[in-house]
């Protein structure tokens, strides 16, 4: 199909444990993202990804991992999640960057107890 | 820390009126600006981008931009029980790449 997916759509992890979004997209767009939303705070990007292989850093960081070596996957781990992470998580692609349009996926409730 | 601002409301309308929503920024060296839409439960999709001062429209959508004043708006003619949702301001500068207000919930009342 085509557009931009996220799994698992629903996750409960511990404190401690790594764990791994997967964001996959099928338009070949150059761009991705990851962002997280919390009440109160709206959406805040972690990291973005101009192109395979060139990712660089968003407003929040710390504790989540990146990594693009496919153009149509952007997966995100946290290394040790901790109960700071419980959110929702949701992976964004486009074609022009952050002055275009992002197309968002159906995202990612995470659950840290 | 470079910020967005919006009420957060509810901002309550009734079905047929104007709706205008408001945002503030911080950062004056923002040069893009959006407007998403999110229904509850669902993801984020764009609705107008502006990038100059000034009015554009795209259908029942206006949005306005005054850099002077550092302030961007969305008004929205003939409200539809459909346009309840939360709406997001977004701006985009090279130092802060884009930043999010934490939306405006907008309810039309038929």
């Known amino acids: 199909d085509a557009g931009i997916t996220q799994s698992p759509r629903y996750k409960i992890t511990e404190t401690g444990r790594q764990v791994t979004l997967m964001c996959h997209q099928t338009?070949?767009?150059?761009?991705m993202f990851w962002y997280r939303q919390d009440l109160g705070h709206g959406l805040r990007l972690i990291y973005y990804?101009?192109?395979?292989?060139?990712?660089d850093k968003g407003e929040v960081p710390d504790g989540y991992v990146v990594s693009r070596s496919k153009t149509e996957n952007f997966p995100l781990t946290l290394e040790s999640a901790t109960r700071s992470q419980t959110s929702v998580y949701f992976c964004?692609?486009?074609?022009?960057?952050?002055?275009?349009?992002?197309?968002f996926g159906p995202g990612t409730r995470l659950t840290v107890l | 820390q470079k910020e967005v601002e919006q009420n957060s409301g509810p901002l309550s309308v009734p079905e047929g009126a104007i709706a205008s929503l408001n945002c503030t920024y911080s950062?004056?060296?923002?040069?893009?600006f959006f407007w998403y839409r999110q229904y509850s439960g669902k993801s984020p999709e764009l609705i107008m981008s502006?990038?100059?001062?000034g009015d554009k429209e795209d259908g029942r959508f206006t949005a306005q931009l005054n850099k002077a004043s550092q302030y961007v708006s969305l008004l929205i003619r003939d409200s539809q029980p459909s346009d309840s949702a939360t709406y997001l301001c977004?701006?985009?500068?090279?130092?802060?790449?884009?930043?999010f207000g934490s939306g405006t919930r907008l309810s039309i009342r038929p």
């Open positions: 964004a692609s486009g074609a022009g960057g952050m002055t275009d349009t992002q197309y």
């Open positions: 338009w070949s767009h150059s761009y």
């Open positions: 990804s101009a192109a395979a292989d060139i990712t």
């Open positions: 950062d004056r060296g923002s040069q893009s």
């Open positions: 502006i990038y100059s001062n």
């Open positions: 977004a701006a985009y500068s090279s130092a802060s790449k884009i930043i």
